[in-house]
Every structure is written in structure tokens, then in C-alpha cells.
């Protein structure tokens, strides 16, 4: 288990922005990349976006594509999210995820997952 800790989240009127950012103590040699998912309130969590540690392939659901933008930095065993045009359905905690050696095709799971941090809360709010 890496520790991982979110951080970024907050209050945000619609089509307003936010950056999350995830920084990791460490890596799992054989991990993937790390994954950003979320869980509205009342809801199961679902997966948003991914990015590679090689390559730095990325992966969004389609609720969230072209709007939001994953990206990374190895050296900093660190990933962050960037969301624009923020929606309300948007509200909702959102967790920062460790893959394991393989993902899902054409999308990964849950639990495609080992690695989890505690989340940080995004609201958007008018």
C-alpha cells in the first residue's frame, strides 16, 4: 500500500475551475499509473480519469472529457486534475488511486485499484 494524499478540493461556483493534486510517497514497481475517482454524494464511486506512469497515456470517462485534464510528474510521484467548467453533478469526493499491473480495456475499474487516499471534497455551488 502506497499512501496517497489529495489535496485541492473546495467550493466552486458552476463553470468555475479547481486542481487537485495527488502526491504519493512512493510507487509500486509494477503499478501502471495512478487514477483519480470520485463519489457523489448518495452514489457509487466511478472512475473519472488515469494517467501512466510510461508514456503518460490517459484515459477519461465521458463525463469528463473535454473538461477535465490529467497530468503528471514521476519525479514527484505526483498527478493532478485539472477541471474547468466545473457542472454540479460534479459535486463529489474525490479520491486519488494506485493501479495495479494491469487495467481494464477500454477503460479501468475500480478494481484495477489497490492504493487509495482519503479523498478530498469538491462542491459546485452557485
Known amino acids: 500500500q502506497v499512501p496517497l494524499v489529495e489535496s485541492g478540493g473546495g467550493l466552486v461556483q458552476p463553470g468555475g475551475s479547481l486542481r487537485l493534486t495527488c502526491a504519493a510517497s512512493?510507487?509500486?514497481?509494477?503499478?501502471?499509473?495512478l487514477g483519480w475517482f470520485r463519489q457523489p454524494p448518495e452514489k457509487e464511486r466511478e472512475f473519472v480519469a488515469a494517467?501512466?506512469?510510461?508514456?503518460?497515456?490517459?484515459y477519461y470517462s465521458d463525463s469528463v472529457k473535454g473538461r477535465f485534464t490529467i497530468s503528471g510528474n514521476s519525479a514527484k510521484k505526483s498527478i493532478y486534475l485539472q477541471m474547468n467548467s466545473l457542472k454540479f453533478e460534479d459535486t463529489a469526493r474525490y479520491f486519488c488511486?494506485?493501479?495495479?499491473?494491469?487495467?481494464?480495456?477500454?477503460?479501468?475499474?475500480?478494481?484495477?485499484?489497490?492504493?487509495w487516499g482519503q479523498g478530498t471534497q469538491v462542491t459546485v455551488s452557485s
Open positions: 488511486a494506485e493501479g495495479g499491473a494491469s487495467w481494464s480495456d477500454p477503460l479501468p475499474r475500480e478494481t484495477d485499484f489497490g492504493s
Open positions: 512512493g510507487r509500486t514497481w509494477s503499478s501502471v499509473g
Open positions: 494517467i501512466t506512469w510510461n508514456g503518460g497515456i490517459t
